[in-house]
């Protein structure tokens, strides 16, 4: 018997370079109630990630790549309306990775049940969900930021940025950010206590600006933007610097082939750089002790995160789009009243 009606974003059409809203369809469909063993959820928040883009060209990366009429992948949180499920209730709020849709079945793998009250929920897949998450492991397994070292965060008013430039200050370091535009600047630097912000959008040469206001090198580059910005960077890393590859957002539209590389290899010997990508879910069996330290941060007020939310899930393809021109300030999640 159906519960109620879904809709849903799927694929419409493999995207090739600048995501179109063409590229994706809204539909709706029927929800059955749960079978033995299963939950059905009603979603409430979904998150809008630049890294999806990687699979929607139908070329396989770190995942494989959706097929078309697949809904759209997200992290989700939402509330149990129906259960047949032994470990969950009617009424259980869960975060997981439900996708682009208002309803999930589920057998119960793969979600975590929550407390809806402090933090907020949607904090579970922003802060505490995988961009916090990101920033924590990138920046303390492979950043390891050490007391005065110079930090430099790319697109750091950025869920994942903020949050690992606000991490290396914890540590002592001092943390230049850039970001797009004087609002995203001055909030990195009055409210999340960064040392000086770049805003990319009025410095003609980045790489200047960037000596300017790192007049001691960089110890670690925490890159959420991709190779044009490393390579700009590399000549100015102090010996044993450390960069962390996190995202590359410039890069997700561009054809393999268009890519930029990377010039400045050289500088990996000379300054015995090391440089290293990862993926959050690298250290799933550590995110337990990353809630709980970020939790208390939050608490006491050390980590502080924004939320760019818009309600209706109609809005989800155009929030996604948006993201790749840098109209986001924080993290994008859709709300689902």
């Known amino acids: 018997m159906s519960l109620a009606k879904n809709r ?10 600048e995501p179109r809203i063409e590229d994706f369809r809204i539909e ?11 939950i059905l959820v009603r979603n409430r928040f979904l998150s809008v990630d630049p890294g999806t883009r990687s699979r929607l060209s139908g070329q396989a990366s770190y995942a494989p790549p959706l097929a078309l009429g697949a809904v759209i992948d997200s992290a989700n949180v939402g509330e149990v309306v129906a259960s047949r499920h032994a470990k969950f209730a009617t009424g259980d ?17 793969g979600i975590r049940k929550i407390d809806p009250r402090d933090p907020p929920p949607s904090t579970q897949i922003g ?3 995988i961009p916090g998450l990101s920033a924590y492991f ?24 903020s949050a690992a430039g606000q991490i290396a200050r914890l540590k002592g370091a001092r943390v230049v950010g850039i970001a797009g535009g004087a609002e995203k600047c001055r909030w990195l630097t009055t409210e999340l206590g960064f040392a000086a912000a770049i805003d990319r959008h009025t410095e003609h040469d980045l790489a200047a600006a960037i000596r300017r206001h790192c007049p001691k ?3 670690v580059l925490f890159d959420n933007v991709g190779n044009a910005l490393i390579d700009a960077v590399l000549p100015l890393m102090r010996p044993h610097g450390r960069i962390v590859v996190s995202g590359q957002v410039a890069d997700y539209n561009r054809e393999p082939g268009t890519r930029p590389g990377l010039t400045n290899t050289n500088l990996f010997i000379a300054s015995r750089l090391t440089m290293r990508g990862f993926v959050a879910f690298d250290y799933v069996k550590e995110f337990p002790t990353a809630w709980r330290e970020m939790t ?5 007020g050390a980590l502080r995160y924004r939320e ?8 989800a393809p155009g929030a996604f789009i948006g993201l790749f021109k840098g109209e986001n300030f924080g993290r994008k999640l859709i709300r689902l009243d």
């Not at 208390?296 to 006491?300: F, L, R």
């Not at 818009?310 to 809005?315: H, L, M, T, V």
């Open 8 to 17: 849903r974003v799927v694929l419409a059409r493999h995207v090739a370079g």
């Open 28 to 38: 709706t469909v029927d929800v059955p109630g749960p079978a033995d063993g299963q």
């Open 93 to 109: 709020w869960v975060a997981a990775g439900f996708g682009w849709q208002e309803f999930a079945l589920s057998d119960g793998r």
């Open 127 to 129: 802060v505490l969900g």
């Open 138 to 161: 990138g920046m303390l397994d492979i950043g390891r930021p050490k007391e005065g070292e110079t930090v430099l965060i790319s697109s750091a008013a950025g869920p994942v940025g």
């Open 217 to 219: 090198g960089i110890d």
């Open 296 to 300: 208390d941060w939050i608490g006491s």
């Open 308 to 315: 760019d939310i818009e309600a209706g899930i109609d809005r």
